[in-house]
């Protein structure tokens, strides 16, 4: 049983954290420009392209240090001459845009990449069990993404509370209008913020992508989730996204690993109409917990765990 | 200028559509090509092109070329039905379909209604891969064909071959949740208790299909189990994955498929390491298969660049050109049906199949075959990992046979 715990715990922390590499991004973004990036997911999927094409030419370690730059400059370039102008006709036209921003992408990368995985392979230097505990292993790969999602967040923290750009970032995100009046480039900012967000994202995944799976759907499966992370957390908050981070694969790891069904509680006999649901079990339910979560969030608590505003 | 020019072309595009339908005899593949499971759907897309190509050299259908028109469903039911409507406008007779048990529900029942409201235009329905029993008993359907090994069929024939297997002891079970994960689900909890009431069955499980991304979660509580043996149907990415996931937390168990040989399977039981303890059930053993079957791999390798998954593709078309030829007509579907309904044939992998009569099931030997380093005589390994495909045991056809409810509304 405890052995069960542990790995449940340890895998749980583990896809929080990938969560949380993209949700931080993906926050920053909507708190400060209103804009629910849809494409978020798609630039985490690029990264993991990059560094799958870079890793094959360079080696892995390159890729992990160029696919988010890559992917960083792109988002730049997408806030600087897609967004921008698009902002003036108001955030319907934003949401439809990184919306068709994400099919884009999705079929940009079947067109040079193909449809199956690709072959996106851990590099040898990390292939080698961490730890053996109970006689199962836990794989070095995994613990050195675990590592690198901590060591983000430690950074983005430290930027934020204590550099000057951190200062201006958290000015923007409430007052926008102020941080304009007194001289800095508020544009600038966003694109600076879009752009790392992206980065963020593309880092996530190049070293997600040998550690899951690489291929065209990856930003599909991963982006509806994203939304719940942030909205649970409350927007603009990196902490709360930390939180709803951990919150939502811990849950999710756990109810895969719980059998209980209703008629292991009130006996096995199925009151009428309810036949079905009487026999289904908390692990079949797991991929929808995060979405009740959401919603028991949105009706009981507008702004958040953690978020200061609603909007 | 320009709209001119693009005018132009849409009208000869409209002009010369109806030109092209006579001279091709037309096959609508309806299947996924975009989405979690488009993998899949390209390779069998390209295997149907293969074989198209191979009859066509060989003079095709009655002297028409065969052609395989691709429908994308996505892998949707909903999509499907839109794909299956448009393929019926443009005037297609022959339909084939295989990823998903969900979607050929929808399609067996959509072409139901389609074919009794136009009676004289039915549309065949050619099923390679979806093996959910129901569409060979309670929905069974004069127009649908199946060449892949159904669900039951396919229990019937391993859970024989494990009865002799006395190291399997403790059984999880996981498996997609839907149609045909339930029916593999099933079918191995009842043949099992039939057959070796001293298994354990230590866990079952249902997990959404292909929507897990990392099956670690699940790897630590079949370890948590005991188990010493797993049955699954996954395919596609859900095997891959959970095979990536069971690799990296060494998990040592023996794994009984159904898919193990689809895209991403082999490659992924080349990382677990685990050498001959990954099983397949399927029609046939590539490395000991007769002189003409690795011909054609040979062939199919140096064309497509991988192994052959779909030796029932292979001998559906092949079979359906033989029916169709034997008719002397491609537009009397009906005739073809009739044709097709216990008509023998030699399968690829050597010996004869037949389709059974009572519920247009495929009906043909199977073997049990393991994966691991390649033997000396060995020539096709699989997806470049160096290890191929061993014939175990060979499952007479006689014995694969199951009762079906089907009762059988022939127009």
Known sequence: MSQLVIFSLLNGVLYGMLLFMLASGLTLIFSMMGVLNFAHASFYMLGAYFGFEISRRLGFWPGVVIAPLLVGAVGAVVERYGLRRVHRYGHVSELLFTFGLAFVIEQLIEMFWGKTPADYRVPQSLDFVAFRMFGTDYPAYKMFVLLTAAGMFVFLIAILRRTRVGLIIRAALTHPNMVAMLGHNVPRVFMLVFGVGCALAGLAGAIAGPALVTQPSMAADLGPILFVVVIVGGMGSLAGAFIASLLVGIIQTFAVAINLSLSQVFGSTAPPLLGDLWAVTVAQLAPIIPYVLLILVLIFRPTGLMGTRES | MKSAIVGCSLALCVFSAPALAQ????????????????????ISLNTFRFVADELNAAGGVNGQKLEIVPFDNKGIPQE??????????????????????????????????????????????????????????????????RWDIGSDIRMEALSSFIKNRPEVKKVYLINQDYSFGQSVQHFAREMLKEKRPDIEIVGDELHPLVKVTDFSPYIAKIKASGADTVITGNWGPDFALLLKAAADAGLDVNWYTYYAGAVGGPTAVRQTGLADHVFEIFEGVVNSAPPAAQKFETDFRAKLGVGLFYPRSVNELRMFAAAANAVKSNDDIKAIAYKLEGMSFATLDGGEGYIRKDDHQFIQDLFISSLGPLGANDKFDEEHTGWGWKQIAKVDKEETLVPTTCKMQRP
């Open chain 2, 23 to 42: 001279d091709t005899m037309k096959v609508g593949f309806i299947d996924p090509l975009s989405g979690g499971n488009a993998a899949v759907g390209e």
């Open chain 2, 80 to 145: 499907t039905l839109v794909q299956a409507q448009k393929a019926a406008d443009q005037g297609i007779r022959v339909f084939t379909q295989g990823s998903g048990s969900g979607v050929a529900d929808a399609l067996n029942e959509w072409l139901r209604k389609y074919n009794d409201r136009n009676p004289g235009k039915e549309i065949l329905y050619l099923n390679y891969g979806a093996v959910d029993p129901a569409l060979t008993n309670a929905k069974c359907n004069f127009w649908h064909f």
